[in-house]
């Protein structure tokens, strides 16, 4: 019998309207440009598999279950009008 602990993730994600920001008044380039910052799996949770000895079994091994682990992503994101 396997055993799978509980898994819980957090992700974070923020936006900002550049076109829309004070400072942008004298840059109309940044019209229409948006920035995002976004986290997934802040805390680097990844999910726990044993077996009734109490081994992993190789296609259980948090790396394979998650390669990525935490993700960080910055987009930059400009409409053309």
């Given at each position: 019998d ?5 898994l819980t993730?957090?992700g974070v994600?923020?936006?900002?309207d550049?076109?829309?920001q004070p400072?942008?008044?004298?840059r109309?380039?940044l019209r229409?440009?948006r920035?995002?910052l976004s ?8 999910q ?5 000895d ?11 279950l ?8 910055l ?5 053309f009008?």
């Amino acid at each position: 019998d396997l055993r799978f602990s509980d898994l819980t993730t957090v992700g974070v994600r923020v936006f900002a309207d550049l076109g829309r920001q004070p400072f942008a008044k004298d840059r109309p380039w940044l019209r229409g440009a948006r920035v995002t910052l976004s986290v997934d799996n802040i805390f680097d949770e990844k999910q726990k598999v044993h077996a009734g000895d109490g081994t992993t079994p190789i296609p259980y091994q948090p790396d394979y279950l998650d390669p990525q682990g935490r993700v960080v992503k910055l987009a930059l994101r400009k409409l053309f009008f």
